[in-house]
């Protein structure tokens, strides 16, 4: 029966069942995070009056050795946008033909890091650096309806963008190191352009990265995916798949 799983192994024959993280390793993660968060949260200013003061998407004229460093900048948002991910979603329905599970497991990450960064979005209400002059100011729920404007916290962009990148990695890791530098230029891109604090970035994009690489080790997830596969993915030649559909 393991060998007719299909969606998370190049290798029919090879088990790459995942081992679960333990309590303590989890624990120590997610004190990590707050503290870095808290951390960010107290330099939230200081940095971004020093990017504001350097070299901003503002900045006019631009230096001649930062013209290169600003075109790689403006590009780097891309990896947030849905039309890129369109692309991405297309060679892997033709080029990963045997795991095309994936293609719904990536929008289901997507969606799944949305709802809670746009709602903690209007709850904490803080507004985006460049409208006061970089001071880190948080309304709260009174500011549920503001609009854009008091919706900085976390970034939207960095958590999508760490979304896509995450489940990338976990499907693809010899692409880690590519796709988590393109979140990570992303998420410097909306500090960049003064749209968001250090901080916004840190949580969107660790919350989107890790719910995305995590997701595919779900048990009831893999399960999903094997009926996916069984329905829409081409099989591995000479599995028991293969072998029942040509009888």
């Known amino acids: 029966m393991s060998q007719s799983r299909i969606p998370f192994q190049v290798d ?19 004190f990590g995070f707050l503290a870095v968060l808290g951390f960010f949260f107290m330099i939230d200013e200081a940095a971004y009056s020093f990017v504001h003061t350097h070299w901003n998407y503002n900045t006019r004229p631009v230096p001649e050795y ?7 900048m403006r590009s780097m948002e891309d990896w947030g946008e849905n039309i890129y991910i369109l692309c991405v979603l297309y060679a892997m329905w033709h080029f990963d033909c045997h795991r095309r599970s994936r293609i719904p497991l990536l929008i289901l990450s997507a969606v799944l890091v949305t709802l809670p960064v746009e709602g903690v979005k209007r709850l904490a209400g803080r507004e985006r650096p460049e409208l006061n002059g970089g001071k880190s100011i948080f309304h709260g729920p009174s500011q549920f309806k503001g609009g854009g ?18 489940s ?21 891109n909306r500090i960049w352009k003064e749209r968001h604090f250090l901080s916004d970035c840190w949580a969107g994009g660790v919350l989107g990265f890790w719910l995305a690489f995590t997701l595919p080790r779900r048990r009831w997830v893999r399960n999903l995916c094997d009926r996916f596969d069984r329905r829409f993915s081409v099989p591995y030649p000479n599995t028991p798949l293969t072998l029942a559909r040509a009888a």
């Open 168 to 188: 990338l990695a976990a499907f693809y890791p010899p692409m880690k190191p590519v796709v988590i530098a393109l979140a990570v230029g992303c998420a410097g």
């Open 12 to 30: 029919p024959s090879k088990s790459t069942e995942p081992k679960p993280a333990s309590r303590k390793k989890t624990i120590l993660l997610v």
């Open 66 to 72: 930062l013209k290169l460093p600003t075109r790689i």
């Open 149 to 166: 404007d008091y919706q900085s916290f976390p970034s939207g962009h960095a958590a999508s963008s760490a979304s896509y990148s995450g």
